[in-house]
């Protein structure tokens, strides 16, 4: 299957700074990246869809002047955690599409956890 | 409203037996559904799929049944190794909506040795 990695694995920042995740395909063009995130023993919630040289999408109740996405290159989507906030402490995970293969899979990243002290 | 499912949020099985996961949707619109199996601290890792135009797929241990009619998929794995303890999650999705997947809350699996 495809590989996609996230960097950081994890990080720690302080309360309102603000943090950077990288979300890279590594072996396939991702027209299409999602943005999830994952509180303790719950489900995988979709923050936002991004495809490659427009806006993100997100979803209902989603800041998007808070998390602010960019997928700038068919590789590489970013998401920023702006003013970060002790209840934005989560597990952040990207994954990554290429409809045009007519798969709908889509690859998941390892994971991003973030804390906010 | 959760439109995905998993009613059951942990399973025990025994090594060599079967294990079965359940998944419920209620969207009638959903076209396309997907299991992944997650290790904790690491992302989801695809298992298998089914469209709606089927109603059952295998992939070596691993099948998964569609009933729509009744709006239910299950997904069984037979045998069951120690090495399938995890949290399986079931998604949906359709076709028309931007390959978006909606998740269910996941079933813990343990197979006991």
């Known amino acids: 299957g495809a590989v996609v990695s996230q960097h950081p694995s994890w990080v720690i920042c302080k309360s309102g700074t603000s943090v950077k995740i990288e979300c890279r395909s590594l072996d396939f063009q991702a027209t299409t990246m999602f943005w999830y995130r994952q509180f303790p023993k719950q489900s995988l919630m979709l923050m936002a869809t991004s495809n490659e040289g427009s806006k993100a999408t997100y979803e209902q109740g989603v800041e998007k002047d808070k998390f602010l996405i960019n997928h700038a290159s068919l590789t590489l989507s970013t998401l920023t955690v702006t003013s970060a906030h002790p209840e934005d402490s989560s597990f952040y995970i990207c994954?990554?599409?290429?409809?045009?293969?007519?798969?709908?899979?889509?690859?998941f990243g390892p994971g991003t956890r973030l804390t906010v002290t | 409203d959760q439109q995905v499912k998993q009613n059951s949020p942990s399973l025990s099985v025994q090594e060599g037996r079967i294990s079965i996961l359940n998944c419920d949707y209620t969207?009638?619109?959903?076209?396309?559904f997907l299991w992944y199996k997650k290790y904790p601290a690491e992302g989801p890792t695809f298992l298998i799929s089914?469209?709606?135009?089927?109603d059952k797929n295998e992939d070596g241990r691993f099948t998964v049944f569609l009933n729509k009619s009744a709006k239910h998929l299950s997904l069984h794995i037979v045998p069951s190794q120690p090495g399938d303890s995890a949290v399986y999650f079931c998604a949906a999705s359709r076709m028309d909506s931007s390959y978006k997947l909606i998740f269910g809350s996941g079933t813990r699996l343990l197979v006991r040795p």
């Open positions: 994954s990554a599409a290429n409809p045009n293969s007519g798969s709908y899979e889509q690859y």
């Open positions: 969207n009638s619109m959903f076209d396309y």
């Open positions: 089914i469209s709606s135009i089927k």
